[in-house]
């Protein structure tokens, strides 16, 4: 027997081994090639964002944080979205809450809420059971826990605004009714703070100290736009 005869006798065994190791696979290892209609589907999930509040600055910028507010904040980000998908396109709502943590100048860490509702609109490339897609959306975003900032303030701290959002990421198809996700997203934030009132603010009402003096800024309006960056994993079931 020739070299080239056995080169090809072993192709040949190694090509049925992989086709019998295929067939004998269970199909939520294989994949499975999506449908290309989804009237509904429903993905939660589970991630990690990262805020900067003040990454573009304005004239008013300063006073929307006034070095008490946190300008750089982190934490886990547990997100739910449902939707539809029609072909290459896919519409959707996903509303998501980050528990953020951050610490001002000279100041104890303290934690903030970043609530976030956005509609998205993504474009997909069906590839089989793999799914990548580019992805764009809008909505709103405000923050909770904005009384703990202060010492002495329970109520008249408010801080929201708009977001525009852009992400890539796959869907993997375990089966047509259900899939694996993983998606990376970056937010730009337009942010802005209405002035907070004197009797909400903590007493003394003299400015005796740098922090008292950062604390009279949250009197005045602010504005600005930050930025975000986060990823996430989660599942998606699929109707």
């Known amino acids: 027997m020739t070299v080239r005869s056995r080169i090809a006798m072993a192709a040949g065994l190694l090509l049925a081994a992989l086709g019998t190791a295929h067939a004998d696979l269970p199909l939520g290892v294989l994949g499975e090639d999506p449908s290309p209609i989804e009237w509904f589907f429903i993905k939660p999930g589970f991630g ?6 003040r990454t573009f600055v304005a004239e008013d910028s300063e006073r929307l944080t006034a070095h008490v507010i946190p300008e750089d904040l982190s934490g886990p980000a547990p997100s739910l979205g449902i939707g539809m998908k029609l072909w290459f396109i896919s519409l ?3 509303g998501r809450m980050a528990h953020l943590s951050g610490a001002a100048p000279e100041r104890e860490a303290t934690d903030i809420d970043l609530w976030s509702v956005d509609g998205e609109l993504a474009f997909r490339a069906p590839l089989g059971p793999l799914e990548p897609y580019v992805l764009v959306g809008a909505g709103y975003s405000t923050f909770g826990g904005m009384g703990d900032v202060v010492d002495g303030m329970s109520s008249g701290l408010d801080m929201n605004g708009a977001n525009v959002r852009g992400g ?4 993997y198809y375990l089966s047509r009714d259900l899939s694996l996700r993983l998606e990376g997203t970056s937010d730009v934030l337009f942010l802005a703070r209405p002035g907070v009132s004197a009797r909400d603010l903590a007493e003394p009402k003299e400015v005796g ?19 975000g960056f986060g990823v996430g994993a989660g599942l998606g ?3």
């Open 48 to 53: 990690y964002q990262r805020i900067w509040l």
């Open 92 to 94: 959707g709502v996903t």
């Open 168 to 171: 890539l990421g796959f869907d």
């Open 209 to 227: 100290t740098l922090n008292e003096a950062e604390e009279r800024l949250l009197e005045a309006d602010g504005s600005s736009a930050g930025l």
């Open 237 to 239: 079931v699929h109707f």
